[in-house]
């Protein structure tokens, strides 16, 4: 086991083009985050899942944002039409509740560095 | 929105003093926590408190937690070098839509000079 992971580090992408980022959590793992996180600024958050099932949305996901964990595995975060706003770290995280309740801590991966030229 | 608002947002200080960090909330919560991030790299976790404990130790690590005032501190005692990052709290909204995520604050930059 080691630890959160994403793919890429890194993604420089012209405005308009659609980009797909890749996170496979801690393999025990029940819950997976995506959180965005601009300089200077703390993560915000975007969506979590809890196995396979997306319990919640941020606003902040658009409808060109779409998010999936199929099988409860790994996950992809995928941003169609992209925007010079959408430049940030994307960050994913995961954890394990046993309780179906409560946050507990979160695992982080290094996070996907996204510039939209 | 951030639920969690740090004080200060900069703390430069020398290596062996202590460094304390507040977080003042809005809502009631299930946990608060506490993470730190090097420059262009992931969060890791610090320490949990629950909303029903005061205070809780790690190592050189301190946090308190006064639920009746919304606010949460984080002490490092004698800092290291190593100890230079931003230090965030996160808050575990209790109640609503909204169990089961942290959000997060605006974070404290904490540079500790050799």
């Known amino acids: 086991d080691t630890g959160v992971s994403q793919d890429p580090r890194h993604k420089i992408t012209k405005r308009g083009q659609n980009v797909t980022f890749r996170c496979d959590p801690i393999s025990e793992h029940n819950r997976l985050y995506w959180y965005r996180q601009t300089l200077g600024q703390g993560p915000e958050f975007l969506t979590y899942?809890?196995?396979?099932?997306?319990?919640?949305k941020s606003r902040l996901l658009s409808d060109r944002f779409s998010a999936e964990r199929p099988k409860g595995s790994f996950s992809t975060l995928e941003i169609q039409r992209t925007e010079q706003g959408d430049s940030a770290m994307y960050l994913c995280?995961?954890?394990?509740?046993?309780?179906?309740?409560?946050?507990?801590?979160?695992?982080f991966g290094s996070g996907t560095q996204l510039s939209v030229l | 929105s951030q639920q969690g608002e740090e004080d200060p947002q900069a703390l430069s200080i020398q290596e062996g003093e202590n460094a304390t960090m507040n977080c003042s909330y809005k809502?009631?919560?299930?946990?608060l926590q506490w993470y730190r991030q090097n420059s262009g790299r992931g969060l890791v976790h610090l320490i949990l408190i629950r909303s029903n404990e005061r205070e809780k130790h790690s190592g050189r690590l301190r946090v308190t937690l006064d639920t009746s005032k919304k606010s949460s501190s984080l002490l490092i005692t004698a800092s290291r070098a190593a100890d230079t990052a931003s230090y965030f709290c996160?808050?575990?909204?209790?109640?609503?839509?909204?169990?089961?995520?942290?959000?997060f604050g605006q974070g404290t930059i904490l540079t500790v000079h050799p």
């Open positions: 809502t009631s919560i299930n946990n």
């Open positions: 899942f809890q196995n396979e099932a997306q319990l919640e």
């Open positions: 996160a808050t575990d909204v209790a109640g609503g839509t909204s169990y089961g995520k942290l959000t």
């Open positions: 995280a995961s954890s394990f509740s046993s309780t179906g309740t409560g946050a507990e801590k979160l695992f």
